[in-house]
């Protein structure tokens, strides 16, 4: 069974779920024709009092909420008090329903005056605005935050926005990837310098994947060799050593960065390949196994890697193609993946809970930055419509007993499609 006090939660973006700012970054990938529009997400604004309810009803009492920094500050030192005042009321509405709000600072996307300026690749502007707009998100709502994740999936941020080109800015520049990544790290540690003094806990969210060579040359080994570290140096060297790391080049001492959070989110991906050319394919199995796989060798190299450091795992609800994956196909692979957890904690591991991304249906991003694959997608455990898939009922009876049912037949008995 799982322990008393286990977290169970959800998470999503403002992009996702609110849709993109038009002075952000993304706005301006949706206008050059990279992906299709994300409009008002899947009506979150104007939904949230009845979002946050389904939530409560299923025992999903931690939620993630990504606050946009475009919506704060559009432009440069100004601030839109109209959606301070907005953010406060979702955020009161949640610790009314009683939910306990882990707020996001960053998730993909960036004020676009922020990009004019260099953005996380510029250190003088990354080490002035960046700490401002923490300073700034923690005195307009850490009166209502149970915890903090600043970043999520920062490593996978700069690799998709400046090696594999799927993120805006969309480069493949790797001096550039080589300066974001570094100042994403120093960026990391100053957010937990400036929120740790509160007394919420502060969390990493990471996306790891087990890296695997496309093909046998010796390009390939390279060049996933480097990945690996871009993607893992971050969460092992930097929590454990208190180390920066950049592929490629040596790794360089910062103050503080050691231990600097109290869980270690891991986001449920599964694996990548890479080829001698730098270009990353995600592997994906038809009905969740790669994905699931992924998460089982993610864990224990994280655990053998972290001794003793409390883990919080972030999943999707529904890993295969949009639109293409069926509500029995969604219930079998949640089954799995709740067994999964179960014998992981049983076995002693340090998890400490499982949050569900986009348990909602709503925009995604699309990380090979195509139009297949963004988009409004069915990826979640309850549709557009607020109406509760059977992958919602599941989850609901775990988080509420906490087991596992030994089977899931009575559920697939009732699959609409």
Known sequence: MFPEGFIWGTGTSSTQVEGAHPRSDWAGWEQSGRVPRSGTGNGFAQRFVEDFALYRTLGLIDHRVSIAWTRIEPDQGRFDEAEVERYRVILEAAQAEGLRVWLCLHHATAPGWFEDLGGFADEGAAGYHWPRWVDTAAQMFGDLVHGWMPMAEPSSYALSGWLSASLP???????????????????????????????????????????????????????????????????????????????????????????????????????????????????????????????????????????????????????????TFGEGQQLAYLFELLQLVEATVADGMAITGLMFEAPIDCYQFGRDGTLSTAGFARSGIIDADRQPRLGARLIGEVATTGQVPSDIEEYLDQVRD
Do not use: H, K
Request: proline share 7%.
């Open 169 to 323: 800015p969309g480069r493949t520049d790797f001096a550039t990837y080589s300066r974001v990544a570094r100042q994403l790290q120093v960026s990391w540690r100053d957010a937990w310098r400036q929120l740790r003094g509160a007394g919420q806990p502060v969390a990493t969210l990471s996306g790891l994947s087990p890296v695997l060579e496309a093909d046998d040359s010796a390009e390939a080994r390279l060049a996933r060799s480097l990945v690996d570290e871009a993607m893992w140096g971050p969460v092992v060297q930097g929590q454990r050593d208190g180390l920066v790391t950049v592929p490629g080049s040596a790794a360089v001492p910062l103050d503080d960065l050691a231990g600097s959070a109290d869980l270690i989110g891991i986001s449920c991906r599964p694996p990548i390949t890479v080829n001698g050319e730098m270009a990353i394919r995600t592997v994906m199995g038809d009905n969740g196994s790669q994905l699931l796989a992924g998460l089982s060798r993610s864990l224990e190299r994280v655990t053998e890697e972290l001794t003793g450091v409390p883990l919080l795992i972030t999943a999707p609800t529904r890993p295969a193609g949009l639109g």
